[in-house]
């Protein structure tokens, strides 16, 4: 016994001196198999194809297109707003069983082969977004008839705007916007378009917090102001001529090639903005028809060839007898 209860008081001594350390002796834990058998693949449901190819956010879509039940079968317009690697394109789509549908579109190249941008540049920063969202807006409302009852902010001072019911005249158009899978961070450029469809005369659910440089319920209308007439990247200009003349004229080499400087940024944007105003409606080109395919000469058979060699022969030789 004695020898028993020193062996324990050494043992609980020499545990206490080593505190968080394991036990000598090691814990045998059980082997678990991650097995899929026949009842997990049963019960496997594959997600939808866009959800698979990350393209659509299904829990967003829900609740932009499920239409209130009352309200029968009228359409819910979404303002789609979508971004490339040079472009801008905006949208009004409503959703159907067979699939959504487009009211009416506008692209920012429209900018410079028909609004008088000087040149193929600029055209995915924020101020294309908020001259592609304003096309947009009166290019629809042109649509419905409703351009002239509804104007919109025809000041472009930076302050927001929400267009305003008129008695004895058609509801404003309404829209919800749909980002699609962007990061709705402060400043992004998708809120740029959202900035021109408001101003354009559409009536969109909307917060200004977003806003380059906003505050929860405040914006700075001088700052906005500066962003819709390119007057960021024109201060970037500045900024780069006088640290690296030479990447300056590397960087911005399109738009000095069009005499697009800093100072002549905002006459530039206003006159585009003024030729939207004046005639948004949508051109249609005309599309040249698709070139026709060469058919194929179909394969010839053992009996066919031989004919073919039987017939080179004869004509070799008739031409050799004339000869």
Request: net charge positive; with cysteine.
């Amino acid at each position: 016994r004695e020898g028993k209860t020193e062996d324990h008081s050494d043992h609980h001594e020499h545990s206490a001196c080593r505190p968080n350390h394991p036990p000598h002796r090691k814990e045998i834990m059980a082997f678990v198999k991650l097995v899929k058998n026949t009842a997990y693949f049963k019960r496997y449901q594959t997600k939808y194809r866009r959800r698979r190819e990350g393209k659509t956010d299904y829990r967003a879509r829900k609740r932009l297109v499920a239409q209130a039940k009352d309200k029968f079968n009228t359409p819910k317009y979404r303002l789609v707003v979508r971004l490339s690697n040079r472009y801008v394109y905006c949208q009004i789509v409503w959703a159907t069983i067979k699939g959504d549908m487009v009211l009416s579109c506008a692209n920012s190249k429209e900018l410079p082969d028909k609004y008088g941008l000087p040149g193929y540049f600029g055209l995915k920063n924020w101020t294309a977004c908020y001259a592609t969202g304003l096309l947009l807006a009166r290019r629809v409302l042109k649509k419905l008839k409703l351009d002239e009852i509804y104007e919109g902010q025809l000041e472009n001072d930076g302050e927001d705007f929400l267009i305003e019911e008129k008695e004895d005249q058609p509801k404003p158009f309404s829209v919800c916007l749909d980002v699609g899978l962007q990061t709705t961070s402060t400043g992004a450029r998708i809120f740029g378009a959202l900035k021109g469809a408001l101003d354009g005369g559409l009536y969109i659910p909307h917060s200004v917090r977003r806003w380059p440089a906003a505050e929860k319920d405040q914006v700075e209308s001088e700052l906005l102001a500066k962003y819709i007439y390119g007057g960021h990247v024109g201060e970037y200009m500045e900024a780069m001529q006088e640290d690296d003349e030479e990447l300056y004229k590397t960087h911005f080499a399109k738009y000095i090639e069009k005499e697009v400087d800093a100072e002549a940024m905002e006459d530039t944007w206003k006159e585009v903005y003024e030729k939207i105003r004046k005639d948004p409606a949508l051109v249609k080109t005309a599309k040249k028809p698709p070139a026709k395919k060469k058919s194929k000469k179909l394969r010839l058979n053992s009996a066919q060839r031989k004919d073919r060699v039987r017939q080179k022969m004869a004509t070799f030789q008739d031409k050799a007898s004339k000869a």
